[in-house]
């Protein structure tokens, strides 16, 4: 049976890995191509070089802004979504693996708002903070920092509830056994939580911390329903950056685009790729 499954194996992977090969491979090494062109069809593409990197790292010229601008307010947002989504996630989580009658209701209510589209989500968030601004003459583009915290009140919003059950079902595969040998050896609730919880759900966390750091860095469509960069693209993050720089309206600014598109996929990868390295080393240990 083995040797039959060996043997067939890559007749029957043969169509996912053109498929593969057809939507993500070949458009992402043409991508990196087009990053060194400027082009406005593949087949006008004509190679300059770097200067579309180094363009693409200078100040705009009606704003004096830079990729590394959209770049800091990215991690800004990032690091404060994460941890807010993660912690009251968790908090949730372990409120709702309690024996309290209703936990499947709000189980429920929780998850709801992550099967919202994002320029929905956008779209109902500006109402309403614009509406509690409104009492203080102002907007939520009227100063960067109410687009700042618009932007992750939104994505807790959207994702505490997502988190939520993942950490649940962490919480649930803890070992009873191990629970009791802590209270036999007198260890309180911080305790039992430090030492024995976290690292039996240390899958959850590698899991959510992915989840909340990738979506983040990447987000787009809240972004440009909510702030659409405003004010002064002060609030543009980079995945609205690029795509502002890339439809800019002239041929000279796709390859600048392409370029940002590159170096965004370089930071994606690398903040993912360490944060697994990291979470998952304490995994092992465990």
Not at 102 to 109: A, H, M, S, V
Not at 123 to 129: L, P, S
């Amino acid at each position: 049976m083995e040797k039959a499954t060996k043997k067939w194996f890559p007749l029957f992977a043969l169509p996912t890995l053109i498929s593969f090969g057809i939507a993500f491979l070949s458009p992402f090494f043409i991508g990196i191509y087009l990053s060194f062109c400027r082009f406005q069809t593949l087949i006008d593409a004509e190679f300059v070089g770097f200067d579309n990197y180094v363009m693409a790292f200078s100040p705009d010229k009606s704003t004096g802004k830079t990729f590394f601008s959209a770049l800091w307010f990215t991690t800004k947002f990032t690091i404060v979504s994460a941890i807010t989504i993660n912690l009251i996630a968790f908090i949730f989580a372990m409120l709702l693996t309690k024996a309290i009658k209703g936990t499947n209701l709000f189980r429920t209510i929780f998850f709801m708002p992550n099967l919202i589209g994002g320029l929905v989500l956008g779209y109902i968030w500006i109402m309403i903070i614009n509406g509690v601004l409104r009492y203080f003459d102002a907007t939520i583009t009227t100063d960067a920092n109410y687009g700042f915290w618009g932007l992750v009140i939104l994505m807790n919003w959207q994702m505490i509830g997502y988190m939520m059950i993942i950490y649940i079902s962490g919480l649930q595969n803890v070992s009873p056994d191990l629970i009791e040998a802590a209270d036999i050896d007198g260890a309180n609730s911080w305790q039992k939580l430090i030492h024995v919880t976290i690292p039996q759900i240390m899958p959850s966390i590698t899991i959510c911390l992915f989840l909340t750091l990738t979506n983040s860095f990447k987000l787009f469509d809240q972004n440009y329903s909510l702030t659409a960069g405003d004010p002064n693209n002060e609030t543009r993050m980079l995945a609205l950056d690029i795509y502002k720089t890339y439809y800019n309206g002239k041929t000279v600014y796709h390859g600048i685009g392409q370029a940002k598109a590159v170096v965004f996929f370089i930071l994606v990868a690398a903040i993912a790729l360490t944060q697994l390295y990291l979470t998952r080393s304490k995994e092992v240990e465990n």
